[in-house]
T-cell receptor
Framework: DSGVTQTPKHLITATGQRVTLRCSPRSGDLSVYWYQQSLDQGLQFLIQYYNGEERAKGNILERFSAQQFPDLHSELNLSSLELGDSALYFC?????????????FGPGTRLLVL | DAKTTQPPSMDCAEGRAANLPCNHSTISGNEYVYWYRQIHSQGPQYIIHGLKNNETNEMASLIITEDRKSSTLILPHATLRDTAVYYCIVRGGGTSYGKLTFGQGTILTVHP
């Protein structure tokens, strides 16, 4: 158990809909990363937040957005869903030790768009 | 971050050591080598990381060559539960925090 929690574990929805995925980082971790894993693309970085501020963006679609709240939990919002958005979505929080960052991943949310 | 090359798959007998190689010939001086694994669609699990010295923790050992162009992750006594995809990742050190870039990894199959 990494200490990172994600809800829900599974989500089934229809095309055109909007969903929200939630991530709670490990206690004390300020940074949250979101990754998408689809069958054809592998694990891809979407976006990073640090202490409430967006820090870096990866291959995140405009239909997707995220935020990090004052209690440090983060939400990933996916809208106008398409079949191709079906994937595993992971969040990770990170700790810095001896000047080096290590990311710890949650169990993921499996999204199925029908 | 430097690119890495790993064999697509490897087999190992239960109880034997699993040695997973990784090539990172373009690694620069301040880049670290990280290893993660993913067991059947679970979240990637951190295993170990190192800069130039060999490292060991309760999960594995990491051997980095002197020229730092390659490394080997060693699982000393593999079990069936070690069957997973293993990812070798090179990333910047110090304050160069940021995304992890996952390649295709090595599918390790541990058989009885």
């Amino acid at each position: 158990d990494s200490g990172v929690t994600q809800t829900p574990k599974h989500l089934i929805t229809a095309t055109g809909q909007r969903v929200t995925l939630r991530c709670s980082p490990r206690s004390g971790d300020l940074s949250v990363y979101w990754y998408q894993q689809s069958l054809d693309q592998g694990l891809q970085f979407l976006i990073q937040y640090y202490n409430g501020e967006e820090r870096a963006k990866g291959n995140i679609l405009e239909r997707f957005s995220a935020q990090q709240f004052p209690d440090l939990h983060s939400e990933l919002n996916l809208s106008s869903l398409e079949l191709g958005d079906s994937a595993l979505y992971f969040c990770a929080s990170s700790v810095v030790a001896s000047g080096q960052e290590t990311q710890y991943f949650g169990p993921g949310t499996r999204l199925l768009v029908l | 971050d430097a690119k890495t090359t790993q064999p697509p798959s490897m087999d190992c007998a239960e109880g034997r050591a699993a040695n997973l190689p990784c090539n990172h010939s373009t690694i620069s001086g301040n880049e670290y080598v990280y290893w993660y694994r993913q067991i059947h669609s679970q979240g990637p699990q951190y295993i170990i990381h190192g800069l130039k010295n060999n490292e060991t923790n309760e999960m594995a050992s990491l051997i980095i060559t002197e020229d730092r162009k390659s490394s080997t992750l060693i699982l000393p006594h593999a079990t069936l539960r070690d069957t997973a995809v293993y990812y070798c990742i090179v990333r910047g050190g110090g304050t160069s925090y940021g995304k992890l870039t996952f390649g295709q990894g090595t599918i390790l199959t541990v058989h009885p």
